[in-house]
């Protein structure tokens, strides 16, 4: 399985991104995919997940009501759609995929088997 992300860049608060996490290769085993961020000098962080057999999303609280998490399934691609950006947000994205994430460690990055390369986020004040 490969996971290629896409889509961060430089903005101002505020302002909006689009992420995109394709994945490739033996997905029909995937249970949930997932985002997480790491900024400098912190670990990393759980975003937003999406369950896939019941198509429930799951987000962090320092970004409910601001970031979307949807997925293309003929494309196999996940996208986080993020608003209202704040500087606490830069950090570098990563997006994961887990075949055999459970509910309770859905926020646990250890729990995901599979990790794309990471797409850094810088918003500026």
């Known amino acids: 399985v490969q996971l290629q992300a896409s889509g961060g860049g430089l903005v101002q608060a505020g302002g909006s991104l689009t992420l995109s996490c394709v994945a490739t290769g033996r997905t029909f085993s995937t249970r949930v995919t997932a985002w997480f961020r790491q900024a400098p000098g912190k670990e990393r962080e759980f975003v937003a997940a999406f369950k896939w057999d019941s198509g429930t999303r799951y987000y962090a609280d320092s970004v409910k009501g601001r970031f979307t998490m949807s997925r293309d399934n003929a494309k196999n691609t996940v996208y986080l759609q993020m608003n209202d950006l704040k500087p606490e947000d830069t950090a570098v994205y990563y997006c994961?995929?887990?075949?055999?994430?459970?509910?309770?460690?859905?926020?646990?990055?250890?729990?995901?088997?599979?990790w794309g390369q990471g797409t850094l986020v810088t918003v500026s004040s």
């Open positions: 994961g995929i887990g075949s055999r994430v459970i509910q309770s460690s859905i926020r646990r990055a250890g729990a995901y088997d599979y």
